[in-house]
């Protein structure tokens, strides 16, 4: 069974930055595209950065300059470093993994993220 395991969540101050990460170590990492998305409830669950498996990167324009995302292929991990977060971007978290347009596609658990005001 394919598990994304997502870890870093939490409760930070605005302003503040957290680092999300999460592991797939029963794929073929390195072949997948890898995401991040958030979701409010009440609200559709929104990309917030994509990293394809030749390392191309795509945000957010709400997050751009802020966001990070990257992956590392030998520990089969995506990160996600968030800066100057803002109380409008509490939520959940999700990563997932992607392969041949989505014909292959995972879905972390999800990882709650607090910014108090």
């Known amino acids: 069974q394919v598990q994304l395991v997502e870890s870093g969540g939490g409760l930070v101050q605005a302003g503040g930055s957290l680092r999300l990460s999460c592991a797939a170590p029963r794929i073929t990492f390195s072949v997948y595209a890898m995401g991040w998305y958030r979701q409010v409830p009440g609200k559709q669950r929104e990309l917030v950065a994509q990293?394809?498996?030749?390392?191309?990167?795509n945000y957010a324009d709400s997050v751009k300059g802020r966001f990070t995302i990257s992956r590392d292929n030998t520990k089969s991990t995506v990160y996600l470093q968030m800066n100057s977060l803002t109380a409008e971007e509490t939520a959940v978290y999700y990563c997932?993994?992607?392969w041949g347009s989505g014909r292959l596609a995972y879905w972390g658990q999800g990882t709650q993220v607090t910014v108090s005001s």
């Open positions: 990293i394809a498996h030749n390392s191309v990167t």
């Open positions: 997932n993994a992607s």
